[in-house]
Structure formats: structure tokens, C-alpha cells
């Protein structure tokens, strides 16, 4: 039988994850601030306990699970408010999952902090967006001991597809950040790609068939170049959540001393967008920021 | 039996993709400034016949192919001095097809003026570089009339393989700009997800394997990555010739309105390669640009 898992954070991706293990027969022991969720899904599952406090979680079981927003909502399911926290009931054996995407100095501060008390801590951020969480085909970086991997993999097999142990502690979010580097980043050569040819009379869709064909090809441009083309920016992943990932990769690279002067014009492309009120756009809609430089709609050719 | 054509230009791409025609039975007429390889040619082919002008060459044959560094070696080609450039003996029924990666309005003016005189003229820039042009297996992006592309089609078929009519006069060489955009803008993105993932120490192989795994993935990081984590930038394509590209397109960009500007910091990181005596390697040297900004190589972590 499988064992009792805690889960905190069950909102857009959480729920279908926390779906996705009470499936596969894991009992769970839930937490969330908001109580919907955690009432829909203990009508629904007999397998289903709730706990109103993280400590309370981490009471009851020796794994917990975490997929929060930011590093400050982690920190403070962690640490705690007046000994509510995870930490106070963690030990030996315990391990804290976070699959959050937060600053990697953070999953480093936690997994020192849990080392301290005995316990362990991996950092496994995701990229496949909601339709990965549902489907359970999520890939996930994971940061942390190469036992503690070993021991989460079971439960990383029905969340994810491609489970990948990138390192030490941190390792994971790392990897996260370069992920939304190279999305970022590939959003804006397609996006300037489209509105120069575009402008420049040329039907946007060979300039994809073209460039999908050979050394300029990305994911990004085969994916969305479509939908960046035709103008439907439906989400897909926010502009707001990957804005939130770009202020974790500058603090980043502060961090470590590396200067990203492409990523940081991205980045304030994307603050420009959400200050034109288009932050719950899908992040292809970078596109947009450079049709306004260029007074020019790819869409309305 | 095969036309004979005349060619212009015979340099690294040029004399390879004059051999690919010889071989398929075309007859050349042959013009080059430097020598040494119109007697190589010439000895080695009983189809070839030299021409001392371009003038010369177009008396001779109604297609006549161009394959030159940079938009005034075309211009200077076609329309000559002291009446020595091809346009002197095109009329009814002459083709220009200039395979050189020009400006796009310097190729606009060509098809114009050839128009006038009652001949026509064809844009088909390359991708694939020396390798392509010599396995015959270019990537040819067209623009001109319909009618010409045709008449032309079975000559690039024996050039390239991926052959695509993009639009009116100035199409191929438009898209040609859109590729080097986003070739260039997918390095950026790459060399600055490497160097901060590397130097926050995690190993670069790792990070390669999950970006391509995802919607992160990039061509240009799946066949250069592993030479740009091992500092290997033996070209390939070399940075001098990018920057050519990118002075292109930075001239279309204020010729259309269309402001660029990741490409133009992605551009002045490629100027300071040169300015640092890196002009000649392979353009994924572009990871040694935020190497340099951030004190850090990866191929020697």
C-alpha cells in the first residue's frame, strides 16, 4: 500500500497534482489556505485528511509536499508564525518535497535548515504548465541528496515524464531559471523575427515553415508562432508568473555574479506588458510589445 | 541536354555550388576577381568557359547566378563600371538569380531595374554554410515572380534541399534576415542560461539535456551547445559574417519601422566579440561575451 503523503498548496497546479497521487492510491494529509479545494477534495476522497496547519501536516507524515507561488509563501510554510511551520514537527527521516518554483538561494536556505534538524529537503520546480500537472506528464528538476531523489522518485513517476536530478540542493531551481532564460529569451527572437518580416511584407507563416527548418528552429516559434501570428494570447503560462520567474533569475544572477543583459531587456519587454494591463496574457504575447515599438499588428496584416 | 548559365562569385560557398552544377551536367560561364580558382575550374571542366566581366558572362547565357559577400559587390556586378556589369546584355527573357545574403531593398532595386530592361531577377539567399554548399544541401529562401521560380527551381534543386518561394522580390532575402535574427537571439538565450546555470554550479550538460527536453529547446543550443560548454568555436559560421547579417537587418528594421531591440544588444555583444579579436570564430562565441561579463568560463568549471 502506498504510504500517507503531505500536500500544501493546492491551486491551479497542486490540485491536479494532489489528483493525480490520491489516483494512484496515496493517502493525503492537505493543507491550503483557501478551503474550496480542500472541501471538494475531501468530499471526493475517503483517502483525503485534513490538517489545519503545516506543523499539523508534517505531524502525521514523513514526506510533504509543497507547491506554493513564491519563495516567501515557502519560507512561510516552512519556518512558520508562532510555531504553525513544518520545521517544528521534522526530524530523521522526513523530507520535504518543494515543487514550487522559487530563488534557488532559498531551496539551499531550506534544505540547510532542515539538515539541521535531522531531516532533508529536494527542490523539484516543473515546466509543462496545468495541462502537464492534469495529464501527470510534468518535467521536474530536481535539487538535493541522491538518496532523498531515490526515495521520491516513486512519487515523481505519477506527476511527471521527464524526472531529471540536476544536482545539489538548489540544482533544481537552477535549472528552472535557465528553462525561463532560454523561453524568455526565444520568445523575443520570434517575436522580432515575425514583426520584421511581417512588416516588411512577407507571409509570417514561411517565415515559420522557413526557420522551424533549419538552425533557427525553436520550441517556442513551432508551438505558439501560430498562435503569436494569429494573435490569440490565451494562457497557456501568464505573463505576471513567468514576470515572477525573471525576478528570481536576476536576483540570481546578482547572486552569483552573472550579468544576463539579453534576459534583463526581455524582462522589462514583460514589465511593459504589464503595465499595459496584458499580465494575464500567455507570455507568447511578448510579441505584442515589439508590434507596439513598430505600430504594427502581425495579426491584422 | 543542360542550359549553360554563367556563375559570379566563386568563393568558399561559391566554387562549391558551381562544382554541384558542373556535376549535374550544367555548363558554366564562369567570372571571378580572384584567379586561382577560375583555373581550377577551367582545368578541371570541359563545360566551363572564363569570362573576363560580367558583361561578358550575360552575353553569353539568359541565367546567370551571383554569389557575392554583400549588397555593393552586387550592386557593382550588375550594374558595372564603364558599362562592364551584367545589365548591358540582360533584356526579354534574362534571369538574375542572386543567392547572396543582401540588403532587402538593395534586392528590390535589382528586380526593378532588371524589370526595365525586360529581364527579371530572383533573391535566394542560403542557410547551411559551407557544408551545405558543398553536399548540395542548402536551405534556399526565394523571392520573386512566381514564373521565375520555376524556371529556376531545377537548379536549386541540384544546390539545396529545403527550397521555398517566400514572396514577391525581396521575400528571400527578408526571411534570410528573419533566421539571422532569431539564429543570433536563440545563442543569447542559450549563453546566458549556460553561464548562469554553470556558474551557480550546476553542470552544463544537465542543463542542456532538460532545456531541449522542453519548451525551452532551441536548435541552435541541441547542435552548438555541447561545443559552447567545451569552449570548441571552430566555425562553422563565423561571427564577422553574422555581423554582416545583423547590419542588414538593423537597416531593414529602420527601413520598415520596425524597432528591434533585443537584436540590436544581441548585435552590439557580436560587435564587442570583434572588437576582442573574435571576429573569426564560430558566432555560438557569443557564450564568451557573458562569459567575459561575468569573470567565468564554463569550459573550465
Known sequence: MAETIGFIGLGIMGEPMARNLLNAGYSLVIHNRSQAVVERLDSEFETVTRASSPREVAAQVSTVITMLPDSPDVRAVVFGVDGDGLIEEMGEGDLLIDMSTIAPATAIELYDALKEKGASALDAPVSGGEPGAIAGTLSIMVG????????????????????????AAGAGQTVKACNQIAVAVNYAAASEALVLGAKAGVDPEKIIQVLNGGLAASRVMELRGPNMISGNFEPGFRINLHRKDLGIIMDTGKEFGVALPVTALVSQLYDSLAANGKGDLDHSALITAIE???????SER
Chains 1, 2 share one sequence.
Request: negative net charge; glycine residues 10%.
Open 144 to 167: 538535493g541528496d541522491e538518496a532523498d531523489f531515490e526515495r521520491a522518485k516513486p512519487i515523481f513517476e505519477v506527476l511527471g515524464q521527464t524526472i531529471t536530478h540536476c544536482g
Open 292 to 298: 507596439a515599438l513598430a505600430n504594427f499588428k502581425v
